[in-house]
């Protein structure tokens, strides 16, 4: 598999792999203060071994799923032993729809692709204060999605929360507009000095306000 490590800020990794056309995929490793926090496992066992590399080994690991997506969650059964952590609904998505995601997608697969949901799962917010590490639902894109903010760095992953490219800066939308606006208020209200996404570049606060200002148009 093609692809890039990169570290966005000190202890913050970006791995993004190249396997859909005109669509780089960000998967994230955040070596906090305890653990390992790996956001997303992309398309199969080779992205969660590339993960792996990055991670710093004398730290415990946890893994996020952001959303159920296939691109997302693939590499889940590498991390078997660890926590996997996502909300309920993800959880019961990628239960109901793997058949039908391994079926339309299966020629994206990266080594092996295996069902494993995740076992932390959470209706609201989940706090880890020993890394200063928030998860939170947040709407748009998919009725399951949560987002992960890392206080300490101010920085946000949002997965697919935001636009893939700078064209299409609204994300495809699983929900209505009222219910992707209250995340993007909630994302405005943390200040963030960096938001971090599953396809886009690294991106500051104005790319929110500019999705809010096309959502009203
Ligand atoms: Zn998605």
Known sequence: MNYNVSEVVSGIFCITQYVLK???????????EKY????????????SEILLRVTDEKKPIRVINTHFHWDHIWGNHVFKKEEIISSMKTAQYIDKYWDEMIELNKKYIRGKAEKFLPNVISEGEIKFSEDGVLIFPSQGHTKDGISVF?????????????GDDEINIVPELET???AYMKALKKYLSMDPFLILSG??????????LKILERLKE
């Open 199 to 208: 396809h886009n570049s690294e991106k500051k606060i104005d790319f929110i």
């Open 176 to 178: 209505d507009n009222e």
């Open 36 to 47: 390992n926090y790996i956001i997303d496992t992309g398309f199969g066992s080779e992205s």
């Open 22 to 32: 005109n669509c780089p995929t960000n998967c994230y490793v955040l070596r906090a």
């Open 150 to 162: 890392y206080e300490r760095e101010k920085i946000l992953f949002v997965g697919d929360n935001i």
